[in-house]
T-cell receptor, first 111, second 114 residues
Framework: RKEVEQDPGPFNVPEGATVAFNCTYSNSASQSFFWYRQDCRKEPKLLMSVYSSGNEDGRFTAQLNRASQYISLLIRDSKLSDSATYLCVVNKGSSASKIIFGSGTRLSIRP | DADVTQTPRNRITKTGKRIMLECSQTKGHDRMYWYRQDPGLGLRLIYYSFDVKDINKGEISDGYSVSRQAQAKFSLSLESAIPNQTALYFC?????????????FGSGTRLTVV
């Protein structure tokens, strides 16, 4: 079993829709969590950190469920420009080798 | 100019050749990393460095070496390239011990070993 698992998708949704996807992690001692966005053939860019109480940044909401060991990303009123791959990142500890990247969920927004 | 610059952007090399990928940053970060990305596998850590005198192996360091020539420069070498090292390579930097502000990635080097 992978340490960080994501549904690869693709999720294909119409513009304006709400879409959500999850990421599960296997290590219950994981300390911090992030969502990155990666456009095709480009570098990953930090979208948002995920806080224990959940957090929102505009149309994006991130949630953490420690009991079930998953994080989620919700995108409201999706735009064409939201089309990208979303990477879940889990920090298991203080060492750089403890940062685990998920393989990503591909999202495609259609007009 | 980009905060993290990688050169070359694309490279095709033959099996057995030595190749160096370069990374420089203007972020002023102490911490630098090399990752490779393969389809379906996510990014995997090759090497990382927390300052000029510090080099650490990551998850998949075999077949690679690094040099931290200065705070701003971190290069990755493939001593004798092999086809399964064909991948997208990213350099990244961070400034926060808990990485709460995340990584800044370079734009990547697409390496093909034939």
């Amino acid at each position: 079993r992978k340490e960080v698992e994501q549904d690869p998708g693709p999720f294909n949704v119409p513009e304006g829709a709400t879409v959500a996807f999850n990421c599960t992690y296997s290590n219950s001692a994981s300390q911090s969590f992030f969502w990155y966005r990666q456009d095709c053939r480009k570098e990953p860019k930090l979208l948002m950190s995920v806080y224990s109480s959940g957090n929102e940044d505009g149309r994006f909401t991130a949630q953490l469920n420690r009991a079930s060991q998953y994080i989620s990303l919700l995108i409201r009123d999706s735009k064409l420009s939201d089309s990208a791959t979303y990477l879940c990142v889990v920090n298991k500890g203080s060492s750089a080798s403890k940062i685990i990247f998920g393989s990503g969920t591909r999202l495609s927004i259609r007009p | 100019d980009a905060d993290v610059t990688q050169t070359p952007r694309n490279r095709i090399t033959k099996t057995g050749k030595r190749i160096m990928l370069e990374c420089s940053q203007t972020k002023g970060h102490d911490r630098m990393y090399w990752y490779r990305q393969d389809p379906g596998l996510g990014l995997r850590l090759i090497y990382y460095s927390f300052d000029v005198k510090d080099i650490n192996k990551g998850e998949i360091s075999d077949g690679y070496s690094v040099s931290r020539q200065a705070q701003a420069k971190f290069s990755l070498s493939l001593e004798s390239a092999i086809p399964n090292q064909t991948a997208l390579y990213f350099c990244a930097t961070s400034d926060s011990p808990d990485r709460s502000r995340g990584y800044t990635f370079g734009s990547g080097t697409r390496l093909t070993v034939v």
